[in-house]
DNA sequence: AGAGTAAAGTTGGAATCACAACTGATGGCC
DNA sequence: GGCCATCAGTTGTGATTCCAACTTTACTCT
């Protein structure tokens, strides 16, 4: 079927078309290295290789000693999903997640406001998380909502469980993506070197139509990465 | 100052250094494989894969022949700039990029009037446009802004230009992305094979506090990826 | 001088071998 | 039975070598 293409992508094309269609269901295991070799009649780098492009591409997920498996989260997710990762991602790679929560009530913030589409006096609560990867600070999560949701506990990180308290039904989060210089108190609590950029997360809560819940995600972009990438060859070339 | 970490870890870090810091600005070369191996004592191996890496970051761009140099655009990009890099970059790994352009207008679309701030009988002009690379159709955008706005140029590419005519100034790009199942009509045009999702962007451009075009875009994920990576080997491993 | 050619250098792809760290399972020992 | 040590298998990393395709530069020849 394929022709002079690079023998590792046949090896990526094969497996990611069997965990797309499902016929790898998520929790699979993956040909090893060495079945690989033997089943693809390729040599070990184009294996390796071949594990590399899809592990990178979130549809596989390796560990030493025991293998791949297909990604219990699906091929490609909205953010605040990949986000929900964050816990077992980081114990995955062997660091300890922890995070601060700290929550300061009743102040007026008209700029919430309008994103949680409240009068522009109303007091909102306000939760700031930091999150730990074994106490150095990776993620910075400030979350905003109407004070009357709020039920004095502080697990904000539970929006959904909440909010059924409330008689309201998550049904969508929205999101606004983009990258920008960090402001003095984000390179403060999160101790970013010069230079590098954040990725900032504006995301909304809906149940229905109203907004329930709205917060900023500050994401260091040397932690973190949002690629854009395109199908070539290293993922990019250069033009002329 | 490093320790244990991978050997080629420590190139990607200073080089990544180098660039993030403007020691290296976009266009200046980055050191070629040989190079490298004689300056950070590394092997080849290792000189090659810390290449790769930052290539997959965006941060450089390699030509067979005449080597990596830094990239033009900045590390971190919204995906709304990313995607201008969209003709550069078909052209860059030899690919002929083009589009339909297709505006049929005068309709009423109370979904859209809603995202654009208007009445819900107002009519919108619509625009699809195709892009395609080497004629396979890659990406679907969209796009939608009142009838008043359109002066009967097809270059829907062009907003910001054209409605400076109008007295207007774009201000704020804002994105809601996510990644679904794709609808019949989009696996139609797109020409898609099955269990392929696709990204869909939903974009807004404001000028102030005013909607003036707002587009959906959708983007297979076998063509292009939008990947939340964790600094991690391989990106990513396993819980438990 | 100008044009065509040859050579050197670079990247992408690939094969092969090696090793440390880790996992899972087996089997033996108490 | 329960616990521990061992061992095969796997991944992540690395070195080395080779080759095709390509670019850039320098050189030679007309």
New interface residues.
Partial sequence: MANSDPVYLRVVEDL??QI???LLQPGAPIPSRHQITRKYGVGETAARHA??VL????LI???VG?GH?V?QR??????HR?QAHFS??M???GRRPTCDVKTDSAEARPDIAVRLRIAAQSPVTRTRIVYRSDGKPVQLAVSYEPIVYNDGTDDVTQVAHRLGGNGLKLTEV??????RVPQPVESDVLDLP????V?HVERTHWAGDKPVETSDVIIP????????????????????
């Fill in positions: 990611r078309r797309t269609e499902g594990l590399r592990a990178q591409e979130g997920i390796g560990r025991s498996r990604r699906p091929d490609l997710l909205p953010l990949a077992t991602d114990h995955a790679v929205t999101e606004h993506v983009y990258a010069a230079g590098v950029h990725l972009c040397d932690q973190f990465r949002l690629v854009y990438t395109l199908p070539a060859p290293y993922g990019d070339q250069i033009n002329r």
